[in-house]
């Protein structure tokens, strides 16, 4: 695995955003999760973030290393502090809180509901 990128120098730009997305297969809860952080991250983010999407069944050990205990996972990697979601993504406000990333914008659009598992 490569090595995280670095976070920028403190010469007032913004963060670099590195976010590990943990699931287990490709099911439709998975694949919920992927699009919601896509989409949060294209709206508070844009152009400042990677997205490492981590099956558990082709990656156990960087599962049991990193301490998944749950799928979906998300970890903030960068900027520091790492912070971790567990669950489907589908709170923008909680992604956006848990995270430390901001507020939500002003005009959310409806969210879709949530697929069968």
């Known amino acids: 695995m490569n090595s995280p990128p670095k976070r920028p120098a403190k010469n007032g730009r913004t963060p670099e955003y590195l976010f590990r997305l943990f699931v287990s297969g490709l099911t439709p809860l998975s694949q919920w999760a992927i699009d919601h952080l896509r989409e949060y991250c294209e709206r508070h983010l844009?152009?400042?973030?990677?997205?490492?999407?981590?099956?558990?069944?082709?990656?156990?050990?960087?599962?049991?290393?990193?301490?998944?205990?749950?799928?979906?996972?998300?970890?903030?990697?960068l900027p520091a502090p790492e912070r971790r979601l567990i669950g489907d993504l589908s709170h923008e406000d909680?992604?956006?809180?848990?995270?430390?990333?901001?507020?939500?914008?002003?005009?959310?659009?409806?969210?879709r509901r949530r697929p069968a598992a």
């Open 46 to 77: 844009a152009g400042r973030y990677r997205i490492e999407v981590i099956d558990l069944y082709q990656s156990p050990e960087l599962a049991a290393r990193e301490q998944i205990v749950a799928t979906p996972t998300l970890l903030k990697v």
């Open 94 to 111: 909680r992604f956006l809180r848990g995270l430390d990333i901001g507020s939500p914008s002003p005009r959310e659009p409806p969210r």
